[in-house]
């Protein structure tokens, strides 16, 4: 938990602070001092009497009690040091920026454990190790620079990397983005990001808190709480950026190198951030835009001008919006006449708008007021100005400065001359603003704020479905595949529908079976797992003698138990499936069936719950939802009926928990009508 003594401390100790500010201890002191935290600040270093104008202990058991203990000597010496901090001396919170810990060895481990025991037994709060610290505008616990000027309006930033954090910051303050609080968690030995996400929901006052988080995260130990108090404070207003890495093996094991960090599969986290409503990102530059756009009045529709003294970059940001769904609709009519006979002769308004390199401010500010006054299907206005440096252009950023004030639409400035103009930039950044200086990283982060999903709600209505059948067959089953008797119970249970089908041991009941059904059939064979991989799958079979024909042909593969038969269905082949992800639940995933999911691999996915809403928003991302619809005068499926087969496959994993993978492939598809043709469910009871 985080205590009142970590983020308000009223006094502070430095455990190793030095003279010297080229040593963590040292420049976390000087940081400190210079941040003018006004509590009582203590230092102790075994060979001074006085650090940087602080009376030095030399012993930790010689110091008054103290709230917070930012801790900066060598790890084989903290457990001791937490010890007495804790018992003798009050103290609550512990930042201990030392490595040498569960990163590094099992001793580190070991030491790391000690640490947390002690810090559990008095309801204390750690941070770290391994990290640089906390920043915030109470008090600044890093030993690191960057340090911006922290504005409450800014972004909360959490990271599960010291120098990442940095770099982000580094990022994101030339361009203007505000930071509020930073919080780098390293080891997340007793708090990691999740935690500190929990305290800014249980936090949060609308008005005051701040309403941009930021997250660089490497592990995620406990999903759920990362789901829960993200989606929590996104409800509430607030919106969520987040880079994961550590996706890949290879990734995974450069994390583990200095955070002991675990991948998460790439699927995985995408069907948790989309549930969420958290904007995934995949680098800093694309992080800072995002969160800059956040800055900006939120874009309310999908229409966009473009106004530039440039067409180069406006075209590139043409297609960059247009590509992404976003609309650069052309203006017309009088009002567009009368802009163009106020710009200089070779403009155009025509969207984008290009008032040329020689257009003055008084243009642009004239542009600026026709767009949001008179052009009502304009709903946001992207503005790429640069220069070359020939001319004093102070007076376009204070029109700048005075339109995004007034205007009820929102204005993004993009600023690429950042060498030519930089004194100019320097000083409209300085009033509050917040720049983008790549008009392309600007409209690849626009569109994916605009395209961000909502997060899921908070209770998830499942279908009804037959409970206690479903948990006698599970209860009954054998751990493993289920049988086809068995997969077919669970299914009807769930209200599935399912393909008739029959069950032949020999030649004779086959071709009863068939004539019962009636031709033409399909035959399958029972037993082995991947059927279609060794020929175990015969279509349209239309008479009694190939039915004797394919029965011998398909006994005889190895591991044969019996022949499934089931009437021949044809139609669109869709797929949903379930697979088990430790520590992230079960992920529900639907796409087109037979060579598109082998070979296409046109597969969405979510975590389970999954609501009804969720499954239409899934099928509508499907590469082929064009198929679904219908193509070229083939008819294409309900929907909405595919879309409620999915919710069913989520609460039956949610009745059957054991099901740790499950493949209905194909669910045949036909207008209203959609049928599980083939399924295969895989249960775990340790699970």
């Known amino acids: 938990m ?6 308000n401390p009223r006094s502070i100790v430095v455990i190793g602070g030095s003279n010297d500010i080229q040593k963590p201890g040292g420049k976390v002191l000087k940081n400190l001092i210079d941040g003018k935290f006004r509590g009582d600040l203590y230092v102790t270093n075994l060979k001074e009497s006085e650090v940087q104008g602080i009376r030095s202990y030399q012993d930790p058991s010689e110091l008054p009690e103290v709230d917070l203990a930012i801790i900066a000597i060598a790890a ?5 040091t937490v010890d007495i901090l804790a018992r003798q001396k009050n103290t609550k919170a512990f930042i201990i920026l030392s490595a040498g810990f569960s990163e590094e060895s099992p001793e580190g481990n070991i030491l790391e454990e000690k640490i947390v025991e002690t810090i559990n037994s008095i309801d204390g709060s750690l941070i770290g190790p391994n990290c640089i610290g906390v920043l915030t505008p109470e008090y600044h616990g890093v030993f690191t620079k960057p340090i911006p000027k922290l504005d409450l309006y800014g972004c909360d930033f959490i990271s599960g990397s010291g120098a990442t954090a940095c770099f982000i910051m580094e990022t994101g303050i030339p361009k203007g ?3 509020a609080r930073v919080f780098s968690v390293g080891n997340s030995a007793h708090m990691g990001i999740e935690d500190i996400l929990k305290y800014m929901d249980e936090t949060f006052i609308p008005g005051k808190s701040p309403k941009v988080k930021l997250l660089y995260i490497e592990n995620m130990d406990r999903p759920d709480l990362l789901l829960k108090h993200a989606s929590s404070l996104i409800r509430k207003g607030c919106k969520i950026a987040a880079i994961k890495a550590g996706t890949s093996e290879a990734g995974s094991r450069a994390a583990s190198s200095h955070t002991g960090a675990l991948a998460s599969s790439d699927v995985v986290v995408d069907a948790l951030f989309n549930k969420a409503g958290i904007i995934r990102c995949y680098g800093r530059e694309e992080l800072i835009a995002v969160a800059s756009i956040f800055m900006n009045k939120p874009l309310g529709g999908n229409n966009m001008a473009i106004i530039s003294n440039a067409g180069g970059p406006a075209v590139m940001l043409t297609d960059i919006l247009s590509n992404g769904g976003l609309n650069i609709p052309t203006l017309k009519g009088i009002k567009a006449n009368e802009l163009l006979d106020k710009l200089l002769p070779g403009s155009s308004v025509a969207n984008p708008i290009d008032f040329l390199a020689t257009g003055t401010a008084e243009q642009l500010g004239i542009i600026i007021d026709y767009i949001d006054n008179y052009f009502d299907e304009i709903d946001g206005m992207a503005i790429i100005f640069g220069t070359p440096g020939l001319s004093e252009i102070s007076d376009v950023y204070e029109v700048l400065d005075q339109k995004i004030k007034t205007a ?16 100019e930039i320097d000083t409209f950044i300085s009033k509050g603003y917040v720049i983008f200086s790549d008009e392309v990283e600007f409209g690849k982060a626009l569109v994916k704020v605009h395209q961000s999903p ?3 709600p908070e209770k998830t209505q499942l279908p009804e479905i037959d409970l206690d059948k479903i948990r006698k067959v599970i209860n009954e089953a054998d751990e493993g595949y289920l049988s086809p008797k068995e997969t077919h119970s669970l299914l009807e249970a769930s209200g599935i529908p399912i393909i008739r089908e029959e069950i032949a041991v020999s030649p004779d009941e086959a071709i009863l079976k068939a ?4 031709f033409p059939v399909v035959m399958k064979v029972i037993g082995p797992i991947h059927k279609s991989d060794i020929d175990g799958v015969k279509l349209n079979v239309k008479d009694i003698k190939t039915v004797r024909t394919n029965f011998d042909k398909l006994i005889k593969i190895p591991d044969a138990t019996a022949v499934l038969i089931q009437p021949m269905f044809s139609g669109i082949e869709l797929f949903t499936g379930v697979k088990f992800e430790p520590k992230f639940g079960h992920l529900i995933m639907c796409g087109l069936g037979g060579i598109f999911i082998e070979v296409v691999k046109d597969v969405r996915a979510g975590l389970s719950p999954i609501s009804i809403k969720e499954a239409l928003e899934m099928i509508r991302e499907l590469n082929g939802y064009k198929i679904i619809k219908g193509l070229r005068g083939r008819a294409g499926i309900n929907e909405q009926k595919f879309a409620e087969i999915i919710t069913r496959v989520s609460a039956l994993v949610k009745a059957a928990p054991e099901i740790v993978e499950m493949d209905i492939n194909p669910l045949i598809g036909k207008g209203n009508k959609i049928v599980a043709v083939d399924a295969r469910i895989n249960i775990n009871k340790n699970n």
């Not at 985080?2 to 983020?7: G, K």
């Not at 639409?409 to 004194?423: C, G, H, Q």
């Open 454 to 456: 909502q997060p899921a």
């Open 177 to 179: 983005l505000p930071f």
């Open 76 to 80: 084989r010496f903290i457990p001791e």
């Open 2 to 7: 985080i205590t009142e003594q970590l983020v």
């Open 515 to 518: 004539e019962k059904l009636g």
């Open 408 to 423: 009820k639409k929102p204005i993004f400035p993009i600023l690429p001359s950042i060498l030519t103009a930089k004194d």
